[in-house]
């Protein structure tokens, strides 16, 4: 009785196996460009990071928006140091799922500090409010997400 033992091939046919795959995987990968970074990423990481700055000052500040839907309603409260001695600003309304309806505003706080957005011809759904303002050259920024609902 001649009986054949398999286990040396088997043993060899998963080395190839393993190697063969291990090949193709080095190829494969080899093949396929993979750009991490941004050809202006440095650049970008310090707009990045002046944007976390001016949030972080207007939290700091006491800058703040809110939507009154009763009134249909953003109200923007700015610091009242603030008042007066903004260097410039803009308030954009931006819709995610439509931007032909994203509206913007310049910022004209009243003598309390507030600039109130009248909402009721805009389209129910979600909606960010950006915030950007300057005073004596430094950037404040609010971003925040609402919902408008139908009336």
Known sequence: MNTRNFWPL????AFVAFIGGTVALIVIAGSNPSELVKPDYY??????QRELDGLQ????AGGAVSYDAARREVVVLFPRDHIGRHDSGEIILY???????????AV???VDGRQVL???????GPWSVRVSWQVDGVDYLINERIIIRDS
């Open 95 to 105: 819709r995610p799922s439509a931007s032909n309806e994203d509206r913007s505003f």
């Open 57 to 60: 000052r207007a939290r700091s």
């Open 43 to 48: 650049e970008a990481e310090i707009r990045y």
């Open 118 to 124: 009248d909402v009721s011809g805009l389209p129910a």
């Open 108 to 110: 004209t706080p009243d």
């Open 10 to 13: 088997g043993i060899i046919f």
